[in-house]
């Protein structure tokens, strides 16, 4: 059974930084594109980055330039480096692990399995 832990989340002031991650365990991590969600209160689970199996990245528009996937397969966990942060980015986020194998995607639907979620919170 796959499992995903993510931690890092908080309180800051806006401009400030936070690092997320998310711990895997129960697949083979390294053969497996990873992606962060978000959602915020009244609105639609949203892509916010992915990391391929092999470490290419992808940005939604709203945080190109200010946050930073990556991996480390060692640990089997993701990151997100999240810097300049705004009072919209006050969300819960998911790391989430994609349907197939050597695969990534935007969609929410097409991830099987999600964490827990960690609730971040920029205050103005």
């Known amino acids: 059974q796959v499992q995903l832990v993510e931690s890092g989340g908080g309180l800051v002031q806006a401009g400030g930084s936070l690092r997320l991650s998310c711990a895997a365990s129960g697949r083979s991590f390294s053969i497996y594109g990873m992606g962060w969600f978000r959602q915020a209160p009244g609105k639609e689970r949203e892509f916010v980055a992915r990391?391929?199996?092999?470490?290419?990245?992808y940005y939604a528009d709203g945080v190109k330039g200010r946050f930073t996937i990556s991996r480390d397969n060692a640990k089997n966990t993701v990151y997100l480096q999240m810097n300049s942060l705004k009072p919209e980015d006050t969300a819960v986020y998911y790391c989430?692990?994609?349907?197939?194998?050597?695969?990534?995607?935007?969609?929410?639907?097409?991830?099987?399995?999600w964490g827990q979620g960690t609730q971040v919170t920029i205050s103005s």
């Open positions: 989430a692990v994609p349907i197939r194998k050597f695969y990534t995607s935007i969609y929410p639907a097409e991830y099987d399995v």
């Open positions: 990391i391929t199996w092999s470490g290419s990245t």
